[in-house]
């Protein structure tokens, strides 16, 4: 697959307005915009985060700035010095500045100079939107590949059996969102410290019953191990346990059934602990949230437990970002843009950041799904301590509000407990069907059998991403 090129736009208002709005129209172009980047990232990570983004950038690639940002030289010195044609746009006053030395410099005094640019070097007749071709990977060979590439960002084998684990038994259930797509993700977070390979669980007691983990960006499914083990060993009737500092969480669902499993009701919220900005509150049209799951687990009587594991968002920002990929068009009510109209292209989120996610329910009842992520912003953020949305809020990562209880905790015996759930089940199951072939089922029911799938069917390119970091990894050994 040939690499995406890179344009560099340095140019003054309006010209930068403009180029962001062009950008978001052209299916195979992603803008990268710097300045939005400074406002959302601690500034440390920002250039991590924009070379990772090129590297990894299946599409084309502008990268948007502007004369009045603080340089960033070392950004730009590697884009010099990379093999990839690079082409920069520069308004007429700043054509002696060196931004990039050798590089293509265009300057523009008018939008008619902005525009034979633009078609130039952005508008192409071969331009076309394709799907990228599938490959099938046997289970076994790609737990093999992720392990080594997660090992190869920096985890010990412990760890990185645990995330390779966690992120394919989202796969092989159904949910790709948080599956294989995110191994990359990962590697690079490693790479620039947003994962901290050598973190620590520091659990302390604010009071009984109440517990904090500072997880100091561990990766998510080491928090999930960590948080799991310690609710295991309380005594306690209730757990309540604040999650501050962790790494990506990935599924929540497997967090609670590990908590269900062992004869506990869970309740757990999350949050982007105030960054991540990316889902409108009900009647807005700029992002004040972020996508804030909540989840919910408890036994049932000789069987998987039910699970109910929901993003307060219309989609999750990771299913917007596989239909991205796969290059399908989204149902009417998941997107919002800054006029208040509903895009249907998902590349659009992908690439402008006026384009935000609509709250669980859409225009007409996304006000709910709007009371639950602010119901789960209050509880992780403001109460939990783990960090809420307001203005410029930087931060990775994700922090979380668990509570884990005993089935006897209200005064019922365990036994009776587990025999009224049974009742509970066998009833709402027993609502009969629109569809007869397809009965009723209780959250989480119908997923097991996905697990016994012997190969994964994935982007080709992904494939060879990941198997080429392990390869990277083996021979550096």
């Known amino acids: 697959m040939p ?3 890179r344009l560099v736009a340095v140019a003054d208002e309006p010209f930068l307005h403009e180029l962001h709005s062009r950008a978001a129209t052209e299916e195979r172009w992603v803008a990268l915009d710097l300045e939005r980047l400074y406002r959302v990232l601690p500034p440390s990570t920002v250039k991590g985060a924009i070379i990772s983004a090129l590297d990894d950038a299946p599409e084309d690639v502008i990268v948007l700035t502007s004369t009045t940002s603080r340089p960033n030289r070392e950004l730009l010195r590697w884009l010099r010095d990379s093999d990839e044609p690079i082409s920069v746009l520069v308004a007429s006053a700043d054509k002696d500045r060196a931004y990039l030395p050798g590089a293509r410099v265009s300057t523009a005094e008018t939008m008619r100079d902005l525009d034979a640019w633009w078609r130039l070097h952005v508008t192409r007749k071969d331009d076309t939107i394709t799907r990228r071709s599938m490959v099938s990977v046997p289970v076994a060979e790609l737990r093999v590949a992720i392990t080594h590439a997660l090992t190869d960002g920096g985890l010990d084998g412990s760890s990185a059996g645990l995330v390779t684990d966690d992120l394919l038994s989202a796969e092989l259930a159904g949910y790709p969102s948080h599956g294989v797509s995110r191994v990359l993700e990962y590697h690079r977070k490693l790479s620039v410290g947003l994962i901290n390979a050598n973190a620590a669980p520091n659990f302390y007691r604010v009071g009984d019953g109440r517990f904090v983990l500072d997880a100091d960006y561990a990766a998510g499914a080491v928090v999930k ?7 295991e060993a309380r005594g306690e009737p209730v757990v ?13 669902a497997s967090l609670a059934a590990d908590i269900a499993s062992a004869d506990r009701i869970a309740l757990g919220f ?19 949230l972020s996508t804030n799951p ?31 990929q796969s290059g399908d068009l989204l149902p009417n009510d998941i997107l919002r ?15 402008d950041a006026a384009v935000s996610l609509q709250p669980l329910g859409g225009a007409r009842a996304g006000n709910k799904g709007y009371a639950l992520a602010l119901a789960a912003e209050i509880l992780t953020g403001v109460w939990g301590g783990g960090g809420f949305s307001q203005p410029a809020k930087r931060s990775v990562g994700n922090s979380a509000l668990i509570v884990a209880a005993r089935l006897d ?38 997923r097991d059998s996905q697990v016994e799938q012997s190969a994964v069917v994935m982007p080709e390119d992904l494939w060879h991403s990941i198997a080429n970091l392990g390869c990277d990894r083996d021979r550096a050994a």
Do not use: C
């Open 270 to 288: 999350a949050n982007g602990a105030g960054g991540a900005q990316k889902v409108v509150p009900f009647g807005g049209t700029d992002a004040r």
């Open 225 to 231: 191990r960590w948080v799991r083990d310690f609710i």
């Open 294 to 324: 909540i989840v919910f687990g408890a036994p049932l009587p000789g069987g998987h437990p039910l699970v109910v594991d929901v993003s307060t968002s219309a989609l999750s920002d990771g299913q917007v970002q596989v239909a991205a």
């Open 240 to 252: 309540l346990l604040a999650i501050r500092k962790s790494g990506h969480l990935g599924r929540l």
């Open 337 to 351: 843009d800054w006029s208040g109209k509903a895009p249907r292209s998902p590349r659009r989120y992908v690439s």
């Open 3 to 5: 690499k995406p090129r």
């Open 409 to 446: 905790a209200m005064g019922q015996s365990q036994s009776a407990f587990l025999e009224n759930m049974g009742r509970l089940a066998s009833y709402v199951r027993s609502s009969p069907p629109v569809d007869r072939s397809s009965p009723v089922r209780l959250p989480g029911e119908g």
